[in-house]
């Protein structure tokens, strides 16, 4: 747990805060919105928008916006990146890719911006290439948000949950339900999916 809090926060201060394994509940929270892009019919890539809490909003300004202009110039993105982001690599970026119910990996990020609102919260967008373009009208596919040991809480964004890039309005949709086959904190919180359906 304390590897994974550092991986997290990606700076060593804040796991002194840490309680124990037994009492793990979430430090960070976010709303998501995910977006479907795709190719030729095709689901290419996977588009996040993280919304952040304050508080580690907060962290994120004080550690990394150096002179203060409320905005993450090239230089300070780079070491935000490094610090408080990359890390999350080794978690899959939170993000599990169900194809006719099993999983898949999803690819590496390609691109990743961050940016601080007037409301002082930061939200983080970043793109994740698929290892293989995907066809909805073939194959199931959903899409689940979350963290496996619950130090940080994910949930669809209640407004604005889901996108889609590439395709004409109207031409594919989405559910989002819990996933009965999935509950982290000692089986008490379920997790979310998203399902794709794309007309034929």
Not at 29 to 42: A, L, P, Y
Not at 107 to 133: H, M, N
Request: net charge negative; with cysteine.
């Amino acid at each position: 747990m304390l590897r994974h809090w550092l991986a997290i926060v990606g700076v060593a201060t804040l796991a002194l805060s840490t309680p124990a394994p037994s009492k793990a509940h979430p430090h960070v929270w976010i709303d998501s919105i995910v977006t479907f892009v795709f190719e030729n019919g095709r689901v290419v890539a996977i588009e996040h928008e993280w919304k952040l809490d304050e508080f580690f909003s907060n962290f994120l300004v004080e550690s990394f916006d150096r002179d203060k202009n409320r905005r993450f110039d090239p230089a300070e993105l780079a070491e935000l990146r490094k610090g408080a982001f990359d890390t999350l690599k080794e978690f899959g970026y939170f993000t599990y890719l169900q194809v006719n119910g099993k999983a898949v990996k999803v690819g590496e990020v390609e691109t990743f911006a961050a940016e601080l609102f007037a409301d002082d919260t930061v939200t983080y967008r970043f793109r994740q290439k698929l290892a293989a373009a995907l066809d909805p009208r073939a194959a199931k596919i959903a899409v689940s948000v979350h963290d496996e040991t619950y130090f940080v809480e994910t949930r669809v964004d209640p407004k604005d949950p889901v996108r889609f890039k590439g395709i004409a309005d109207g031409a594919c949709s989405y559910q989002v339900r819990d996933d009965p086959t999935k509950k982290i904190y000692m089986g008490m919180v379920p997790t979310t999916l998203i399902f794709l359906a794309c007309a034929k």
